[in-house]
């Protein structure tokens, strides 16, 4: 079961760049998705 934990999901990220907005799709663990985060990242729900 602990394999299922560590598995990627996919996760649709955006920021804003220079009054723009970048989008980011793709495959992220928890810790991945964690230190994006902390960069200025955001979930696009």
Avoid: C, P, S
Avoid at 10 to 15: C, I, Q, V
């Amino acid at each position: 079961m602990a394999k299922n934990k560590r598995q990627r999901k996919w996760m649709l990220l955006f920021r804003k760049e220079e009054g723009q907005a970048v989008y980011l799709y793709e495959r992220l663990q928890k810790h991945d998705l964690k230190r994006r985060l902390k960069d200025g990242w955001r979930i696009w729900y």
